[in-house]
């Protein structure tokens, strides 16, 4: 059997109407992370995962660092279920932020034996170099004083 070992890097953008309680992301039970996680991962379908479940949120190191945006690191699992009828097990890191009235994911997943092998660091240099700017792009001068350039 043939499966797809490549790691999955994706971003993902939800709209949330109106709910303040998610521009404070450290805040935010875990059920609210799995929902948003699960609607990041399901992008191509609801039956392609199964048993889904975050196992560990923390704020990112580099929190605060760019504006007052704050960053949530995920740990998530879940069983990819393949067009084949495989079922999958993968491991995946994600981070969270607010903007507005839309939550930002970016999320990287691999095959367990991948992701413990040699795979988590990567993946979690990936997800925790995850920025976005609210309000746009400051001029290179800036960006080189505060290191994101470096």
């Known amino acids: 059997k043939l499966v797809n070992t490549l790691p999955v890097i994706r971003q993902l953008s939800l709209l949330i109407p109106k709910q ?23 992008q ?37 279920l393949t067009g084949a009828g495989f079922e999958v097990d993968r491991r995946g890191i994600a981070s ?9 994911v970016l999320w990287c997943a691999a095959t367990r034996q991948r992701y413990n092998k040699k795979l988590e660091p990567v993946l979690r240099n990936i997800a925790g170099s995850f920025r976005c700017y609210t309000e746009g792009l400051k001029d290179s001068t800036e960006l080189i004083q505060n290191g994101s350039l470096s």
Do not use: H, W
């Open 20 to 42: 303040e309680t998610y521009r404070t992301l450290q805040v935010n039970p875990k059920p609210f992370f799995e929902e948003t996680l699960i609607k990041a991962i399901s």
């Open 96 to 104: 969270v932020t607010s903007s507005g009235n839309a939550v930002e």
């Open 44 to 80: 191509k379908g609801n039956n392609v995962y199964q048993n889904f479940k975050v196992t560990k949120v923390v704020e990112a190191e580099q929190s605060n660092k760019y504006g007052n945006q704050k960053y949530m690191i995920c740990d998530f699992k879940y069983d990819l």
